[in-house]
């Protein structure tokens, strides 16, 4: 069967651009890649999966068509493109033409016209047909061997629409009554008025029911009230408004099935394109492993207007000929190892040892690496040593597998590591100086990480070693996969590889870290950002190593114990179900699920399927029909409870260390744009608390024997006082300073009544306006969080302000400077950049405008339990004191302290949280003790 897809080319654009909104992918020079790498991933998914024999891909032009001459107002409101998306235009071309697809186009008339058109050709020449898009108003062209493709998303699996599946979304019996429901409902995005008052669910059953718009407008004397009069005064429009969402069968252009064929890609094309995109991944699945974003990286390509230069040359393409950009500049050859002078020596004897150790001792600093056995510190071995003190030289020292052969060599670098005075730089260099800890080497003296360098110059990017060297050394490293093979069950660790190959690849390493850390040491004074550096992000490494070598107790009879109690719960909850249902099926199947809900209880008519053929049973579509049956919430707290027992209470024991029999947690510093800190293996930060199930986990942390307690040291409302701080709102401090509840405080004010006559939902509603200021909350979000009207949540917001008028300025003055500068800053300089804050796409804008307010709170938050963290771990240290800390969680820190240390340090931690950064608003600290993490919170 001859298979082609007709792509939607801007429908799709848009779309990857907006799924990547809040977490958007920009290159080290802060282009923004997210529309072309979703449309990329999207392209790749379907020619691997669906493997069509024909494809292409439309586009409207700017030309006018007839709908724009028959009605003016025809997509006229339209937001403006967003910059980042128009800029992105021409490389999505460029990856078109180097995917040899054509790109049909004609003025006059629309993509869908086009793909309509090429549609009913190709079919009547025995092809399948499949249009790509995620546009309802295609359902129109659906027949026997013309289908609606529309691509996965949001995690639910790619949906593929044909007659059957039309008929029953749009519960219609002919698929062109699709356009008489369009013609009826209208559409806001396209301006396409319809017939006020018809929404989506009146459309189609006045469809059912008279069969077409004609019909409906002929027997109008048989409605209702309302109804009837708005027919009859808009009858025209709803004609016009039909006409518009008809799709036009007749466009001329030809169907040249020999053009439309694919192709294989060419590498002359897109390797330079990806290279320039900085698309590792993507280009390694074209092209595979020997890929590199230096192969004919250009340095850079100008950017076009998009139908200026290539509209008015296409009709219909044969084999994409179109040309976004004529403008190649010289091509950099990509440095590696093989074309660029270096001088990286094997140190394999005492006396080189020694020789190396003494040059050591005489530098200000020096850049180190080690090899190991695997990626867990606390478990995996030392399998060599790297320096580099100069550029382009580098020193490795193989460390055999005998333990005491290991130690003595370790032992060599012990004067050098634990010097005062040396520098020491590294990538990620925490890692580093936990695996030496196990050696009982403890790396001091000043810290340069050159990934928490790149963190702090550009949060929200990549931050590992290979695209830091790329993007700002133009130089590719020596694959780990070339030595120990892919990740996976088969891939090996560095002590099966050859010392000899080793060699370059560990000096490598500890080299080009040194390079780096001489282009970001500049870069940091620049941005302004060396101060947080030296005084927190770097010192903060010792903590955190210190923390995660300590690890935590696990009590594994609580585990056990609870795993079981947990599995009575779900059963309980699974035989609810049954009960309920009258039927026996295994709930942990979607499949059977979904037949049960939507086929046998009819929950749903208009329930999505995935591509396999059955109904989409995921949290969000579930949560949506709890309201319909109590049945659905026992399925939602089924799967609550399976969650729960299998990613915690019953994972937290295979974490277990065998070494210490304690789980050690690690810290991340380079993954939260706010600095934040997050941590894996376990995830503490994501252990449920809201819950009584949930919070029950933390019964199973507890202390490291009898003559240990824990300690819980957490912040109170800190977001709230951060804001007070930042804001200068006084009523606001007031409270704080009168130490009044901050939720009961605002109640009375946007209230007006006193505080004694604060009733519980008054305080609830303002509670949740005050953290929902934080995050750019709105009216309508408000209404849906409390199940008010609209009204009363605008009017609530409206009297905050009037009441806080200080937090209201706050946010102007927060958005004006981000507008003017192009990001925020904490209280301590930390900055968020914001590129789509002026953006003319209210969409774009609006998200970038909630983090101008939202980062500088949410930074000084971080900023302060990190400051904190490095005040308390010093006082313990300077004050020879036992005690540990453990955990850190949000703005909670958790210590095991031995029992006679308890005051000691009740009064360390107190003190050095409210003082981390010195604030007007009085920094409230609760403290909790107990066996247990639990009775500690």
Request: aromatic fraction near 8%; include cysteine; charged fraction near 25%.
């Amino acid at each position: 069967m001859k298979k082609l897809f007709l792509l939607d080319g801007m429908a799709l654009i848009y779309r990857a651009h907006f799924a990547l909104s809040k977490n958007p992918r920009f290159t080290s020079t802060g282009v923004n890649t997210s529309a072309v790498m979703g449309f990329t991933n999207t392209l790749l998914e379907v020619l691997k999966k669906e493997k069509p024999t024909h494809i292409a891909v439309v586009f409207d032009t700017e030309a006018p068509t007839e709908r724009h001459t028959d009605f003016e107002a025809y997509k006229a409101h339209r937001e403006a493109m967003p910059e980042d998306l128009s800029a992105a235009l021409p490389y999505i071309f460029k990856l078109i033409e180097g995917f040899n697809i054509p790109v049909i186009t004609k003025d006059g008339f629309e993509a869908d016209d086009i793909i309509g058109t090429l549609a009913k050709e190709a079919e009547k020449a025995g092809f399948q047909v499949y249009c790509m898009t995620p546009d309802k108003d295609f359902a129109q062209l659906v027949s026997e061997n013309i289908f609606i493709y529309k691509p996965a998303r949001m995690g639910n699996e790619m949906e593929i629409m044909g007659v059957k599946e039309v008929l029953a979304k749009w519960e219609i019996d002919n698929v062109k009554q699709v356009i008489d429901i369009l013609g009826l409902w209208g559409d806001a995005v396209d301006n396409i008025p319809g017939i006020p008052g018809i929404g989506e669910k009146t459309a189609k059953a006045l469809i059912k029911q008279y069969g077409s718009i004609e019909n409906i407008i002929a027997n109008s004397h048989e409605l209702k009230g309302k109804q009837r009069e708005n027919v009859e005064t808009y009858a025209e429009q709803g004609m016009i408004s039909k006409k518009l969402a008809t799709i036009i069968l007749d466009v001329p252009v030809p169907f040249d099935e020999k053009a439309l064929e694919l192709e294989e890609p060419s590498r002359e094309l897109l390797e330079p394109l990806f290279a320039e995109l900085e698309f590792r991944t993507i280009g390694k699945r074209v092209f595979g492993e020997g890929f590199s974003v230096n192969e004919g990286k250009t340095g850079g390509s100008q950017q076009i207007d998009l139908f200026g230069n290539v509209v008015d040359q296409i009709e219909v393409k044969t084999k994409t000929t179109i040309i976004v950009s004529e403008v190649f500049e010289q091509v950099v050859a990509a440095k590696t190892i093989e074309n660029t002078e270096h001088d990286y020596k094997l140190i394999d004897t005492p006396q080189l040892r020694k020789e190396l150790v003494d040059l050591l001792l005489t530098q200000e600093s020096i850049s180190f690496d080690t090899e190991t056995t695997g990626t867990d510190a606390n478990l995996a071995d030392l399998v060599g040593i790297s320096f580099s003190i100069k550029p382009g030289e580098g020193y490795y020292i193989p460390v055999p597998a005998d333990n005491a052969e290991a130690q003595l060599i370790v032992n060599d670098f012990k004067p050098v590591l634990e010097n005062e005075n040396i520098v020491k730089i590294g990538q990620n260099i925490k890692y580093d100086m936990l695996v030496f800890k196990w050696y009982g080497v403890s790396v001091k003296g000043k810290l340069f990480d050159t990934m928490l360098a790149h963190y702090l110059i550009d949060p929200d990017t990549r931050h590992n070693m290979d695209v830091l060297a790329e993007n700002y050394l133009s130089y590719s490293p020596i694959s780990i996969t070339k030595l120990i093979g892919a990740k996976g069950k088969g891939q090996g660790n560095m002590r099966d590889v050859p010392v000899e190959q080793v060699v370059d690849y560990a000096a490598e390493d500890a080299d080009i870290t040194l390079q780096l850390a001489n282009v970001f040491e500049p870069m940091l004074t620049r941005l302004n950002a060396e101060q947080l550096a030296t005084e927190v992000e770097n010192p903060l490494i010792y903590v955190l190593a210190d923390i995660e070598k300590e690890g935590v107790r696990i009590d594994m009879d609580t585990l056990i114990n609870y795993s079981k109690e947990l599995e009575l719960d779900i059963r309980k909850f699974e035989q609810n179900v049954y009960d309920k249902c009258g039927i026996k099926f295994n709930l942990a199947s979607p499949k059977q699920l979904g037949e049960v809900l939507f086929d046998k209880l009819q929950l749903d008519p208009k329930a999505k399927k995935t591509k396999t053929g059955q109904y989409q049973t995921g949290e969000d579509v579930l949560l949506a029909l709890a309201h319909k049956s109590d049945i659905v919430q026992d399925i939602l707290d089924f799967r609550q409870l399976q969650k729960l027992k299998s990613t915690y209470v019953d994972a937290l024991p295979l974490l277990v260390n065998p070494k210490t029999g304690r789980v050690h947690t690690s810290y991340n510093q380079a993954v939260a744009a706010t600095g934040r800190l997050s941590s894996n293996n376990p995830n503490l930060q994501n252990i449920p608390i809201r819950t009584e199930r949930g919070r029950e986990v933390r019964r199973a942390f507890i202390a490291r024997d009898a003559d240990h307690v824990l300690l819980s040291a957490d912040y109170s409302q800190i977001e709230l006082r951060i804001i007070a701080e930042i804001s200068k709102e006084e009523n606001m401090l007031d409270a704080f300073n009168k130490g009044i509840d901050i939720h009961t405080a605002t109640a009375a004010k946007v209230y007006g009544v006193s505080i004694d006559e604060v009733d519980s939902t008054q305080r609830r509603n303002a509670k949740a306006v005050n953290f929902g200021i934080i995050y750019g909350q709105s009216a309508f979000g408000l209404s849906q969080n409390l199940g008010i009207p609209r009204k009363e949540a605008a009017a609530i917001i409206e009297q905050y302000f009037e009441q806080y008028p200080g937090i209201k300025k706050y946010m102007s003055d927060t958005m004006n400077f981000a507008r003017e500068n192009g990001f925020v800053e904490t209280i301590l300089g930390r900055r968020r950049y914001l590129r789509d804050i002026n953006s003319a796409n209210q969409t774009v804008r609006g998200f970038a405008e909630r983090n101008a307010i939202n980062a500088p709170i949410q930074g000084s938050a971080a900023d302060m339990i990190k400051v904190a963290m490095i005040n308390i771990h010093k006082d313990i240290q300077e004050q020879g004191l036992q005690s540990k800390m453990t955990m850190q969680v949000h703005d909670e820190l958790v210590f095991d302290v031995l029992r006679s240390e308890v005051e000691a340090m009740k009064k360390i931690i107190s003190h050095r949280m409210k003082t981390a950064i010195k604030t007007n608003v009085p920094i409230e600290v609760e403290i909790g003790e107990g066996d247990n993490w639990l009775e500690a919170h």
